[in-house]
C-alpha cells in the first residue's frame, strides 16, 4: 500500500489537471462528457496535499458503459468500482499515484459534494486552516485508501457540507 505524504501547494496541480483533462475530453468528446472539474485538496490555492489530482467528470449516461471504462483503461487508469460509494465509479492511475477519477452522473450527489466542499474551502481561509490541521493529524497514521483516515476526516467534511454558504 502506498504512503504519500502532504506537500506544500504545488502551482503545477491545476497545469496536470488541465493536461488530463484534455486527454480524458479528446478521448470521449461532449458525447459522453457533460463536464470535467478539479477537486479534492490540489483544487484549494495554499491548501497542503498529497500530490494527487482529483478529477470528477460528469458524464451524460451513468453508470458508464464498458466503452468509456475501456478507454479510461486505454488512459492507463484502474477501475475500482463503486468501492461503496453509490453514485461514483472510481479509478486510480500512476504508481506512485498521481491521479484520482470520480465519474458520476450530471449534477450526481458526489460531484456537488466535491464541489461545494472544495469552493467552501476556496472561498473561507479559517475553514481551510481547520481541515489542514486534520489532515496533518491524522495523515501518516493510515495507508492511502485508509477507510479509517476517510472516517477521520468524515466529521469536518459533513459539518462543512451542512453549512448554509
Known amino acids: 500500500m502506498e504512503k504519500l505524504l502532504l506537500e506544500p501547494y504545488n502551482k503545477e496541480w491545476p497545469l496536470k489537471f488541465q493536461d488530463e ?7 470521449f468528446g461532449s458525447d459522453v462528457i457533460y463536464e470535467i472539474h478539479h477537486v479534492g485538496s490540489t483544487a484549494i490555492p495554499g491548501l497542503k496535499a ?13 453508470p458508464p458503459s464498458q466503452t468509456v471504462v475501456d478507454g479510461l483503461i486505454k488512459l492507463e ?14 479509478f ?3 504508481s506512485p ?16 459534494n466535491l464541489l461545494k466542499f472544495r469552493d467552501v474551502l476556496r472561498q473561507y481561509p479559517d475553514l481551510q486552516k481547520e481541515y489542514l490541521a486534520i489532515k496533518e493529524k491524522f495523515h501518516g497514521h493510515f ?10 476526516k468524515g466529521p469536518y467534511v459533513k459539518r462543512v ?5
Open 21 to 27: 483533462k484534455k486527454q480524458i475530453y479528446s478521448l
Open 50 to 62: 498529497k500530490p494527487i489530482i482529483d478529477i470528477a467528470i460528469e458524464i451524460h449516461r451513468y
Open 77 to 90: 487508469y484502474k477501475h475500482l468500482g463503486e468501492c461503496d460509494v453509490p453514485g461514483r465509479h472510481w
Open 92 to 94: 486510480i492511475k500512476g
Open 97 to 112: 499515484r498521481k491521479f484520482h477519477l470520480h465519474l458520476t452522473p450530471i449534477n450526481g450527489e458526489v460531484t456537488l
Open 143 to 152: 495507508e492511502l485508501d485508509s477507510h479509517a483516515y476517510n472516517l477521520a
Open 161 to 165: 457540507l451542512a453549512m448554509n454558504i
